[in-house]
């Protein structure tokens, strides 16, 4: 293994690289589609996901859309490159865009709790059963009885409970039907009749080629549910199957439990065993039904379920997400901003990948990071998920168009939309180096830890999370706790779920076997109840010599039910508090220290693998203490937690020594150690955020020693206070956002929003607001608007120096409006845009400016079925100064914010140019200092950039004369400040997505910090 991972290092294929999620958002067109593709190739994306997505206007499963995926099925061929398919027209997946639930039997279903006077009206639905509960209170009852019908009589303090059968109503997000019940195998079937033999019939000859996988969005058995409603998930095989795999117990006399805590009992068995059915029956209709048919058709059935992130939400909308994974060939998750560290939801689609055998773990990510998202931010994100088993990234958004809402969609666009994508495969490369490293062999995680979501589901009952948030937190944070302690004492595990345990486990002599897996030692978190064939499973495995902890107190327990069984297999096994475990765990499952200080680094991660001449080990430091509040963690930038000092200490034969692989190079460099009780020690340190990737081996010929920068070596700054001389990668920009405007030849209006005024003229057209709640495009009936609107927008400036040269006016739609500039007609230019295709460009001639006020007026018939108001831009050479009145364009700038210095809504890239004092020498260290934005490259005398992305932020300088050397900086831009959203209090908003576009927090739109701060 070890000459393949050396030999392909240079250029890992494409089996080692990530695949955009890429949005079909709008009219496809094949050539146009092409073209992307081969954006995305240079990206070094090896595939791209084709998902429909939010303003679709192609039919979606029709003959145009099959004729534009088998264009980018031969783009793929031609490019070398996977083209993978999506099973949904938007998500969760599962209604195939209302084409399976326009028949209603296929739509999910809810068991709905209606109290008081309105349990006794008729309403049309059929009664599940009706009850009379006592000292009823918020969500608990002191008891409750079942009645014959809701017109039996109540004691004084009873209250009547009626649970209803409800079928989810029509929505435009279904393009006017309903979700899936996916509980039911019939309506499962029928979703894969109508979409996956769909493409069969279409493509079936390409599947396992150049089309290796399809990927299912965010199925679950919660969505649809009716707004404000206390409903759960039915379905109507539900009450036999619970009874099935509860011992017999008879649901319909329990049904209050799914909804009130009764009694003093915090625990109730019926609620354990409803999520275990819901699990059951969701799984197996979906699941393995999807599973089985891939299988059957060579594919790899991959994507993600929704809310896997912790026990409470995963209980709630999938039941154990680890169930669901058994049947995907490529299991994954979802990892949405930059401020979740969703570690256990990584371990638990990692876990069921190794027992079932299945070596590609995707991970939709980056989504809802906002267009500043810096590339030390893919990294950071990517580097502790790799860390963690994942090695296909499906990065979250690429968008086809920009064109309306499809901008606001959940950005930054991972697509040329967005001024780096030219220098992104210094990204993809990086990755796929480390993916090519740790390919192959076998992961080494000897720790199996118990998953407790059993526990959970016997106290959650409905609306328990929002209605006591501290038992949530403290329910949700238990677990987190106890993975981010493991992981931090670099006590790597995998974690077993109780059911799949029962089947797939076996205790072996050569330890305690899940499937493909194989472990020496299990922990037992602190557990309310246990399942009996677990405690079988590891009384054998104790009997064989293995090593068995346990937290906290034995589980009262056993299946549900309260039992000494628990207790009495516990007694072989050995209880350890918290900060015991190491001592505990360590002789059987320690396989590397990683220690500052003479502890373990908490805040690094790590991955280890075995080859049969080798061992490979991925560190990355988070820059982060551990948190419980997995989802609370701070900005990527403000992550500067580093170990200047570190010990890695790896158990390894003797004869083996430790190289280093640089993955942003493919390099490899001999590290320094000495061997010592059986294991290779090794000194290093750790930056902020800095990754390595080592190899261990005997002996790996032509390495050389690093490069990195000599002791004492000389350090040069950029220079402050002092004019630069710069270079702009595209026009500056002027936004033009708050038009003033009048309607049907009224009085003008002061300016405001535009989005604000688009929602406005539709709500006295009488239509809903635009986004993406809206029946998609494809389907939505085209016909003549019933009223119109004969709007007129008014766009004014100063402009104290005319522009050197003819300026243009972006526009979406300009077809649809008649445009003058001071007056004077303009047209669009012929195939001329600027971002985005749809954004299209009008001249401007320098001859129409006027010194003063300038005029840009618009005027349509606005009506329900345009596409909408949108910002529009001035681009040109000049630069903004203050109330936004034109300027000579800036040559230089000095140090500081370029948003003040002329450049306030400039979104490209910006070289900044000087010269090295003569006589620096070759090997200086420039110290870049604070800057914003994507990434920095720097160049010596025109020479092939270095980029410096993320901490340390410095670059050593070579190829220097030392007379009139000249360095360019390069900072590498993003859509921010020309793109938004703008009128938020907070700028950097933990999440970004269609709805912060549309807040008004703020007077004036606020923007970020661009350039050499």
Same mark, same amino acid.
């Given at each position: 293994?070890?000459?393949?991972?050396?030999?392909?290092?240079?250029?890992?294929?494409?089996?080692?690289?990530?695949?955009?999620?890429?949005?079909?958002?709008?009219?496809?067109?094949?050539?146009?589609?092409?073209?992307?593709?081969?954006?995305?190739?240079?990206?070094?994306?090896?595939?791209?996901?084709?998902?429909?997505?939010?303003?679709?206007?192609?039919?979606?499963?029709?003959?145009?859309?099959?004729?534009?995926?088998?264009?980018?099925?031969?783009?793929?061929?031609?490019?070398?490159?996977?083209?993978?398919?999506?099973?949904?027209?938007?998500?969760?997946?599962?209604?195939?865009?209302?084409?399976?639930?326009?028949?209603?039997?296929?739509?999910?279903?809810?068991?709905?709790?209606?109290?008081?006077?309105?349990?006794?009206?008729?309403?049309?639905?059929?009664?599940?059963?009706?009850?009379?509960?006592?000292?009823?209170?918020?969500?608990?009852?002191?008891?409750?009885?079942?009645?014959?019908?809701?017109?039996?009589?109540?004691?004084?303090?009873?209250?009547?409970?009626?649970?209803?059968?409800?079928?989810?109503?029509?929505?435009?997000?279904?393009?006017?039907?309903?979700?899936?019940?996916?509980?039911?195998?019939?309506?499962?079937?029928?979703?894969?009749?109508?979409?996956?033999?769909?493409?069969?019939?279409?493509?079936?000859?390409?599947?396992?080629?150049?089309?290796?996988?399809?990927?299912?969005?965010?199925?679950?058995?919660?969505?649809?549910?009716?707004?404000?409603?206390?409903?759960?998930?039915?379905?109507?095989?539900?009450?036999?199957?619970?009874?099935?795999?509860?011992?017999?117990?008879?649901?319909?006399?329990?049904?209050?439990?799914?909804?009130?805590?009764?009694?003093?009992?915090?625990?109730?068995?019926?609620?354990?065993?409803?999520?275990?059915?819901?699990?059951?029956?969701?799984?197996?209709?979906?699941?393995?039904?999807?599973?089985?048919?891939?299988?059957?058709?060579?594919?790899?059935?991959?994507?993600?379920?929704?809310?896997?992130?912790?026990?409470?939400?995963?209980?709630?909308?999938?039941?154990?997400?680890?169930?669901?994974?058994?049947?995907?060939?490529?299991?994954?998750?979802?990892?949405?901003?930059?401020?979740?560290?969703?570690?256990?939801?990584?371990?638990?689609?990692?876990?069921?990948?190794?027992?079932?055998?299945?070596?590609?773990?995707?991970?939709?990510?980056?989504?809802?990071?906002?267009?500043?998202?810096?590339?030390?931010?893919?990294?950071?994100?990517?580097?502790?998920?790799?860390?963690?088993?994942?090695?296909?990234?499906?990065?979250?958004?690429?968008?086809?168009?920009?064109?309306?809402?499809?901008?606001?969609?959940?950005?930054?666009?991972?697509?040329?939309?967005?001024?780096?994508?030219?220098?992104?495969?210094?990204?993809?490369?990086?990755?796929?180096?480390?993916?090519?490293?740790?390919?192959?062999?076998?992961?080494?995680?000897?720790?199996?830890?118990?998953?407790?979501?059993?526990?959970?589901?016997?106290?959650?009952?409905?609306?328990?999370?929002?209605?006591?948030?501290?038992?949530?937190?403290?329910?949700?944070?238990?677990?987190?706790?106890?993975?981010?302690?493991?992981?931090?004492?670099?006590?790597?595990?995998?974690?077993?779920?109780?059911?799949?345990?029962?089947?797939?486990?076996?205790?072996?002599?050569?330890?305690?076997?899940?499937?493909?897996?194989?472990?020496?030692?299990?922990?037992?978190?602190?557990?309310?109840?246990?399942?009996?064939?677990?405690?079988?499973?590891?009384?054998?495995?104790?009997?064989?010599?293995?090593?068995?902890?346990?937290?906290?107190?034995?589980?009262?327990?056993?299946?549900?039910?309260?039992?000494?069984?628990?207790?009495?297999?516990?007694?072989?096994?050995?209880?350890?508090?918290?900060?015991?475990?190491?001592?505990?765990?360590?002789?059987?499952?320690?396989?590397?220290?990683?220690?500052?200080?003479?502890?373990?680094?908490?805040?690094?991660?790590?991955?280890?693998?075995?080859?049969?001449?080798?061992?490979?080990?991925?560190?990355?430091?988070?820059?982060?203490?551990?948190?419980?509040?997995?989802?609370?963690?701070?900005?990527?930038?403000?992550?500067?937690?580093?170990?200047?000092?570190?010990?890695?200490?790896?158990?390894?034969?003797?004869?083996?020594?430790?190289?280093?692989?640089?993955?942003?190079?493919?390099?490899?460099?001999?590290?320094?150690?000495?061997?010592?009780?059986?294991?290779?020690?090794?000194?290093?340190?750790?930056?902020?955020?800095?990754?390595?990737?080592?190899?261990?081996?005997?002996?790996?010929?032509?390495?050389?020693?690093?490069?990195?920068?000599?002791?004492?070596?000389?350090?040069?700054?950029?220079?402050?206070?002092? +004019?630069?001389?710069?270079? /702009?990668? %595209? =026009?500056?920009?002027? @936004?033009?956002? !708050?038009?003033? *405007?009048?309607? $049907?030849?009224?009085?003008?209006?002061?300016?405001?929003?535009?989005?604000?005024?688009?929602?406005?003229?539709?709500?006295?057209?009488?239509?809903?607001?635009?986004?993406?709640?809206?029946?998609? +495009?494809?389907?939505?009936? /085209?016909? %003549? =608007?019933?009223?119109? @609107?004969?709007? !007129?927008?008014? *766009?004014?400036? $100063?402009?104290?120096?005319?522009?050197?040269?003819?300026?243009?006016?972006?526009?979406?739609?300009?077809?649809?409006?008649?445009?003058?500039?001071?007056?004077?007609?303009?047209?669009?230019?012929?195939?001329?845009?600027?971002?985005?295709?749809?954004?299209?460009?009008?001249?401007?001639?320098?001859?129409?400016?006027?010194?003063?006020?300038?005029?840009?007026?618009?005027?349509?018939?606005?009506?329900?079925?345009?596409?909408?108001?949108?910002?529009?831009?001035?681009?040109?050479?000049?630069?903004?100064?203050?109330?936004?009145?034109?300027?000579?364009?800036?040559?230089?700038?000095?140090?500081?914010?370029?948003?003040?210095?002329?450049?306030?809504?400039?979104?490209?890239?910006?070289?900044?140019?000087?010269?090295?004092?003569?006589?620096?020498?070759?090997?200086?260290?420039?110290?870049?200092?604070?800057?914003?934005?994507?990434?920095?490259?720097?160049?010596?005398?025109?020479?092939?950039?270095?980029?410096?992305?993320?901490?340390?932020?410095?670059?050593?300088?070579?190829?220097?004369?030392?007379?009139?050397?000249?360095?360019?900086?390069?900072?590498?831009?993003?859509?921010?400040?020309?793109?938004?959203?703008?009128?938020?209090?907070?700028?950097?908003?933990?999440?970004?997505?269609?709805?912060?576009?549309?807040?008004?927090?703020?007077?004036?739109?606020?923007?970020?910090?661009?350039?050499?701060?």
């Amino acid at each position: 293994m070890l000459d393949s991972i050396l030999s392909r290092l240079p250029a890992p294929g494409k089996e080692f690289r990530g695949a955009p999620f890429w949005a079909w958002n709008g009219k496809l067109e094949p050539q146009e589609l092409r073209r992307q593709i081969n954006d995305f190739r240079g990206m070094g994306f090896g595939g791209f996901f084709m998902h429909s997505r939010v303003g679709l206007n192609t039919e979606y499963l029709g003959r145009e859309w099959f004729e534009c995926v088998r264009a980018c099925i031969d783009e793929a061929k031609k490019c070398g490159m996977d083209a993978w398919l999506y099973d949904e027209d938007r998500w969760p997946s599962g209604a195939a865009g209302g084409l399976v639930t326009r028949n209603p039997e296929y739509r999910s279903r809810f068991i709905q709790c209606i109290s008081g006077d309105e349990a006794r009206a008729e309403d049309g639905c059929r009664t599940l059963g009706c009850f009379a509960a006592a000292d009823l209170n918020a969500r608990r009852c002191s008891s409750f009885r079942r009645l014959e019908s809701a017109g039996e009589p109540l004691a004084e303090n009873e209250t009547l409970l009626r649970f209803r059968l409800s079928v989810a109503p029509d929505s435009s997000w279904f393009n006017g039907e309903a979700y899936l019940d996916v509980l039911n195998e019939k309506a499962v079937e029928e979703f894969i009749r109508v979409t996956h033999e769909r493409y069969r019939a279409e493509l079936g000859s390409e599947f396992g080629g150049t089309v290796p996988g399809i990927f299912s969005d965010e199925p679950n058995f919660r969505t649809g549910f009716l707004p404000g409603s206390m409903s759960m998930p039915w379905t109507e095989s539900l009450p036999q199957t619970f009874a099935e795999l509860s011992g017999g117990m008879k649901l319909s006399d329990r049904l209050p439990e799914l909804f009130f805590k009764v009694g003093d009992e915090d625990f109730s068995p019926v609620r354990m065993h409803y999520y275990n059915t819901l699990t059951h029956l969701f799984v197996n209709a979906f699941s393995r039904r999807i599973g089985a048919w891939c299988e059957k058709n060579n594919l790899l059935f991959t994507g993600h379920v929704l809310l896997e992130d912790n026990v409470v939400s995963q209980s709630s909308f999938v039941g154990s997400a680890m169930r669901f994974y058994e049947y995907m060939q490529s299991p994954g998750i979802d990892l949405l901003t930059e401020h979740w560290n969703i570690f256990l939801a990584a371990k638990q689609c990692v876990s069921a990948a190794r027992q079932f055998g299945r070596s590609l773990r995707l991970s939709e990510t980056y989504g809802c990071t906002g267009w500043d998202f810096p590339f030390a931010g893919h990294k950071a994100l990517g580097d502790w998920q790799t860390a963690l088993g994942i090695n296909f990234f499906c990065p979250h958004l690429a968008w086809y168009t920009m064109e309306g809402e499809g901008k606001r969609d959940y950005p930054a666009g991972i697509s040329s939309q967005s001024p780096w994508f030219e220098s992104y495969h210094r990204i993809t490369d990086y990755f796929a180096r480390i993916n090519l490293a740790l390919s192959g062999g076998a992961e080494v995680r000897d720790l199996l830890v118990v998953h407790p979501i059993e526990s959970t589901w016997g106290v959650f009952y409905e609306g328990r999370d929002s209605a006591e948030p501290e038992w949530n937190t403290a329910e949700e944070n238990r677990l987190v706790h106890l993975t981010n302690f493991l992981l931090g004492q670099h006590l790597d595990f995998d974690f077993g779920d109780e059911e799949i345990m029962a089947r797939h486990g076996a205790a072996e002599e050569a330890g305690l076997r899940i499937g493909q897996a194989v472990y020496q030692a299990v922990l037992l978190p602190e557990m309310r109840t246990i399942r009996r064939s677990t405690l079988e499973l590891l009384t054998a495995f104790r009997r064989n010599g293995g090593t068995v902890c346990f937290l906290g107190a034995p589980p009262e327990r056993t299946d549900g039910a309260i039992s000494g069984a628990a207790a009495e297999a516990y007694r072989n096994f050995r209880k350890a508090a918290e900060h015991e475990l190491a001592a505990a765990l360590g002789p059987a499952v320690r396989h590397l220290s990683i220690a500052a200080a003479g502890t373990e680094a908490e805040s690094i991660l790590c991955q280890l693998r075995r080859h049969d001449d080798c061992e490979v080990l991925f560190c990355c430091n988070t820059g982060v203490e551990m948190r419980d509040r997995q989802m609370e963690m701070p900005l990527v930038r403000d992550r500067n937690l580093e170990y200047p000092a570190v010990r890695i200490a790896w158990k390894l034969p003797a004869a083996y020594r430790i190289y280093e692989i640089d993955p942003s190079s493919g390099e490899i460099f001999p590290v320094d150690g000495f061997y010592e009780n059986g294991c290779r020690a090794a000194d290093t340190s750790f930056a902020a955020l800095q990754s390595r990737l080592f190899i261990a081996a005997q002996e790996i010929p032509a390495c050389r020693k690093r490069r990195d920068a000599a002791p004492g070596a000389p350090v040069v700054e950029i220079p402050a206070g002092v +004019p630069l001389p710069v270079r /702009r990668s %595209e =026009p500056n920009v002027l @936004l033009l956002a !708050e038009p003033e *405007y009048r309607i $049907d030849g009224g009085g003008w209006q002061a300016s405001e929003p535009v989005l604000k005024l688009d929602d406005r003229l539709r709500e006295r057209l009488g239509a809903r607001p635009r986004g993406g709640e809206m029946i998609q +495009p494809w389907l939505a009936p /085209r016909r %003549e =608007p019933e009223r119109k @609107l004969a709007l !007129e927008l008014k *766009y004014e400036f $100063d402009c104290r120096d005319i522009p050197p040269e003819e300026c243009r006016l972006a526009l979406e739609r300009p077809e649809l409006y008649e445009a003058e500039f001071n007056g004077v007609p303009i047209a669009p230019l012929p195939d001329a845009w600027w971002v985005d295709r749809s954004l299209r460009l009008l001249a401007l001639p320098r001859a129409l400016f006027v010194q003063g006020r300038n005029r840009i007026t618009l005027r349509t018939a606005y009506h329900a079925g345009m596409p909408g108001l949108e910002y529009c831009y001035l681009l040109g050479e000049f630069a903004v100064g203050e109330n936004a009145v034109l300027t000579a364009p800036p040559q230089t700038l000095v140090r500081g914010d370029w948003t003040k210095q002329g450049l306030p809504y400039y979104s490209g890239n910006l070289t900044y140019r000087f010269d090295l004092p003569d006589g620096t020498a070759d090997g200086t260290v420039l110290e870049l200092g604070p800057w914003r934005g994507t990434a920095v490259l720097v160049s010596v005398n025109g020479g092939k950039a270095a980029m410096a992305a993320w901490p340390p932020y410095r670059t050593v300088l070579t190829g220097l004369t030392g007379r009139g050397d000249r360095v360019e900086v390069t900072i590498l831009g993003h859509r921010r400040n020309s793109h938004g959203p703008f009128y938020l209090k907070d700028k950097w908003p933990v999440w970004t997505g269609p709805f912060e576009f549309r807040k008004y927090e703020t007077g004036e739109p606020q923007l970020v910090p661009a350039g050499l701060l």
